[in-house]
Antibody, heavy 124, light 106 residues
Framework: QLLLQESGPGLVKPSETLSLSCAVS??????????WGWVRQSPRKGLEWIGS???????YYNPSVKSRVTISVDKSKNQFSLRLTSVTAADTAVFYC????????????????WGQGTLVTVSS | DIQMTQSPSTLSASVGDRVTITCRAS??????LAWYQQKPGKAPRLLIY???ILETGVPSRFSGSRSGTEFTLTISSLQPDDFATYYC????????FGQGTRLEIK
């Protein structure tokens, strides 16, 4: 059974960097069939895809956050990470890591396995 | 940008009812649409992808269909476990979710 587990600080100060990790168990992050990445959910914006990565390092990002986001992989630990810089209160959300399947073209995805989510609040 | 509009925002129904939730895309997305179910405090769960393909393990009372840019999720006979919020998501251009439909007990 595939399990994804998010971890990281629950509180980040404005203008600082949000960093989260997602540990994957029950499956390999190096699978050629899937991408991996992040979706967030807030009352203001609803569900929002943040970005996705392939184990080789190929990444796709939502244009709305592209200038601030990095998703990276650690194959040795079977986990991947999210960095979001220069955060504001608008970045407060529940962040989910998820396994992605490719849709219409590379860069389009739907999400078939999700972590439980972690709430990140941006506040001083 | 492609916008996804779900209706209704809230739906009241009873166990055993047949219910339909609609999602309309602002432009053509072919059949690149998924449906998710989310319960309070939980992650979304994939129900249907490519408009009408049932994800493994999802009960057959759930079905999806497409007519042009309008998509529907149908639950043929509501069960107590089905009361939740449902989201559509297009994945023809990036990945964009609808605003959700809350299905509540009448």
């Amino acid at each position: 059974q595939l399990l994804l587990q998010e971890s990281g600080p629950g509180l980040v100060k404005p203008s600082e960097t949000l960093s989260l990790s997602c540990a994957v168990s029950g499956g390999s992050i190096s699978s050629s069939r899937y991408y991996w990445g992040w979706v967030r959910q807030s009352p203001r914006k609803g569900l929002e895809w943040i970005g996705s990565m392939f184990y080789s390092g190929i990444t796709y990002y939502n244009p709305s956050v592209k200038s601030r986001v990095t998703i990276s992989v650690d194959k040795s630990k079977n986990q991947f990470s999210l960095r979001l810089t220069s955060v504001t209160a608008a970045d407060t959300a529940v962040f989910y890591c998820a396994r992605h399947r490719v849709g219409a073209t590379l860069g389009t995805f739907f999400f078939d396995n999700w972590g439980q989510g972690t709430l990140v609040t941006v506040s001083s | 940008d492609i916008q996804m509009t779900q209706s209704p925002s809230t739906l009241s129904a009873s166990v055993g009812d047949r219910v339909t939730i609609t999602c309309r895309a602002s432009q053509s997305i072919s059949s690149w649409l998924a449906w998710y179910q989310q319960k309070p405090g939980k992650a979304p769960r994939l129900l249907i992808y490519k408009a009408s393909i049932l994800e493994t393990g999802v009960p057959s009372r759930f079905s999806g269909s497409r007519s042009g840019t309008e998509f529907t999720l149908t639950i043929s006979s509501l069960q107590p476990d089905d009361f939740a919020t449902y989201y559509c998501q297009q994945y023809n251009s990036y990945s964009v979710f609808g605003q959700g439909t809350r299905l509540e007990i009448k």
